[in-house]
């Protein structure tokens, strides 16, 4: 079967760095995708893993472990209006999106 | 970057009334788009895919007669929420993937905000 998880929720500091775990489960993979989305607005794009190791962009980078079925989304320097939701999906063999459910990050001054 | 419009941003309607939801990709084109709703604090739900010139595919459990998908040309595909009911009242969502694509990137839409009285 198919299935993905992430942390509901995260609080963490101005200035501080965070990391978003999500890990997932399927047989046929095509690449992980982490988005933003403030409340109220559709999703944005940060990132695409198709291959393991960190893609870095910014404040934001990403890592992929194809073996153990793992992605993280770090973001440094944190600021306001970095809360909102951040959701990991990975493309299955059919190329479909499978969305994990978003994990709110709240942060605090 | 590509931009991808939807419209309209809100709407409310009586409940029995038929809406329907404009995607547009404004400056690519589009072979495929798809169509999610969002409950409030909730992930996305894929509703369908959108296949230029053929049948949407729904995914399981949503109903084809009542949330009809019309993907007429390369860059518009509509969403028509057929005698809506208040349990119908959610954030609906469209994406696009370019023609062509090799990163996988989906251009989401604004999103339009349907509330059924």
């Known amino acids: 079967g198919q299935n993905i998880d992430q942390p509901t929720e995260m609080t963490a500091t101005e200035g501080a760095i965070v990391q978003i775990n999500c890990t997932y489960q399927?047989?046929?993979?095509?690449?992980l995708f982490w988005y933003q989305q403030h409340a109220g607005e559709a999703p944005t794009f940060l990132s695409y893993?198709?291959l393991d190791g960190l893609e870095e962009k910014g404040r934001f980078s990403s890592f992929l472990s194809r073996s153990k079925g793992y992605s993280y989304l770090l973001l440094k320097e944190l600021q306001m209006k970095d809360s909102a939701s951040y959701l990991c999906?990975?493309?299955?063999?059919?190329?479909?999106?499978?969305w994990g459910a978003g994990t709110k990050l709240i942060i605090k001054p | 970057g590509a931009v991808v419009s939807q419209h309209p941003s809100w709407v409310i309607c009586k409940s029995g009334t038929s809406v329907k939801i404009e995607c547009r990709s404004l400056?690519?084109?589009?072979?495929?788009m798809f169509w999610y709703r969002q409950f409030p604090k909730q992930s996305l739900m894929l509703m369908a895919t959108?296949?230029?010139?053929?049948?949407?595919?729904?995914e399981q459990g949503v109903e084809k007669d009542k949330f009809l998908i019309n993907h007429a040309s390369l860059t518009l595909s509509t969403l028509t929420v057929t005698s809506a009911h208040p349990e119908d009242s959610s954030f609906y969502i469209c994406?696009?993937?370019?023609?062509?694509?090799?990163?996988?990137?989906?251009?989401f839409g604004e999103g339009s905000r349907l509330t059924v009285l």
């Open positions: 994406s696009a993937r370019m023609a062509g694509w090799d990163t996988g990137e989906l251009f």
């Open positions: 400056d690519f084109q589009a072979t495929t």
């Open positions: 959108s296949n230029e010139g053929s049948k949407a595919t729904y």
């Open positions: 399927t047989s046929g993979f095509n690449g």
């Open positions: 893993n198709v």
């Open positions: 999906a990975f493309m299955d063999s059919n190329y479909q999106l499978i």
